[in-house]
């Protein structure tokens, strides 16, 4: 009798599946874009067909918030709308340069979307980004392919996910850049650099070559090519980077030491190795100084050298890091190359 009376009071605290969706009731948007106009949004989801009968399915909505639009939108349609499985968040330029604090905080502190979606702005409304897009793929997935490490993402697109946004906004020596793209002329997508972010603004912009510096710096294993001096093209087979950073009369000063192994894919004429590394390691400081200036003039740490004085500041020094410590930074920069005779060849 006993175990009777507590088998049937188990049936009550046992919740099962009761509130399991079928996966046919769901919609699962792959991308979703957000634009923003005097403080009203609109946001589109991209949702791929799952079958050879389905097409592909743009809808959106207008409204004061991201979340009540999201619900809007679930509300007319005959499926719910899950955005645990959302890939890419694609927002114009006019949102980002009003800054993405409320559309970040808001996506991050819902749970409806996870903090690795892939975080990109466009360089045109989203709207007409997306009807081009559906244009061009049969299946919707073309965006997300394009920013797969193992299909289309190229060592000169910035890669920021939406935590990392999440940390920078609230981070004191943590900027990021968020890449820019559009719809291409001949291809279906075109990167046009990345976007400087500021606590969570839009401040300046980098072409390709100075946001793969970006990557470089950051320790980010990059094979990207460069040309150097007319004298030939080399690949990026790995790089390694040493930091040191101190104090002098209170001005932040940080020694990095970049090491390169390089392949030679093409030369022009007969260079030798020692003239190409070193119009090399000159072509690579240039460039470094110009981007290092371009950044200190919007203020952004999106290098993250901030990170490296962490231990040697207050509270209250951090939050003038920006302001007081980071404009007044110095960088002394040594890189060094090796060249890899046998290039993509492994030795036997």
């Known amino acids: 009798m006993l175990k009777w009376i507590v088998a049937t009071l188990l049936l009550f605290i046992l919740s099962g599946c009761w509130d399991n969706k079928d996966i046919n009731h769901r919609s699962l948007p792959i991308a979703m874009g957000v634009s923003y106009n005097q403080g009203q949004y609109t946001v589109y989801l991209d949702i791929p067909k799952v079958s050879e009968t389905d097409k592909i399915q743009v809808v959106s909505e207008s409204g004061d918030t991201i979340n009540d639009i999201i619900d809007k939108i679930s509300m007319n349609m005959e499926s719910e709308i899950d ?88 981070s ?24 400087i972010m500021k606590n969570g603004k839009m401040v300046g912009r980098l072409n390709n070559e100075e946001t793969l510096l970006i990557n470089v710096f950051n320790g980010k294993k990059t094979q990207g090519k460069i040309e150097v001096m007319g004298k030939g093209t080399i690949q990026i087979v790995s790089n390694h980077l040493k930091h040191r950073s101190y104090f002098v009369d209170n001005q932040a000063l940080l020694k990095s030491k970049l090491s390169l192994k390089v392949i030679l894919l093409d030369t022009k004429g007969n260079p030798s190795e020692d003239s190409i590394k070193s119009d090399l390691n000159k072509l690579v400081l240039e460039r ?41 930074l110095k960088i002394d920069l040594q890189v060094s190359t090796t060249i890899r005779n046998t290039g993509n060849l492994k030795d036997t």
Request: hydrophobic share 35%; charged share 25%.
């Open 83 to 170: 955005l645990l499985h959302l890939k890419i968040i694609l927002v114009d330029k006019e949102f980002a340069k009003h800054g993405l604090n409320d559309g970040v905080s808001s996506l991050i502190r819902s749970r409806h979307v996870s903090p690795k979606t892939l975080f990109v702005i466009c360089d045109e409304s989203p709207d007409r980004f997306f009807e081009k897009m559906d244009k061009n793929s049969n299946d919707g997935t073309l965006i997300y392919d394009f920013f797969q490490r193992n299909s289309g993402l190229s060592p000169e697109i910035a890669y920021t996910q939406t935590w990392k946004i999440f940390r920078s906004i609230h």
């Open 172 to 195: 004191f020596t943590n900027d990021v850049v968020i890449p820019i793209i559009k719809s291409g002329h001949t291809t279906a997508i075109e990167s046009t650099g990345s976007a």
């Open 288 to 328: 470094f100084e110009h981007l290092f200036e371009k950044i200190k003039l919007g203020g952004a740490d999106v290098l993250g050298v901030g990170q490296h004085f962490r231990n040697e500041l207050t509270r209250t020094q951090l939050e003038e890091w920006h302001a007081e410590y980071f404009k007044n």
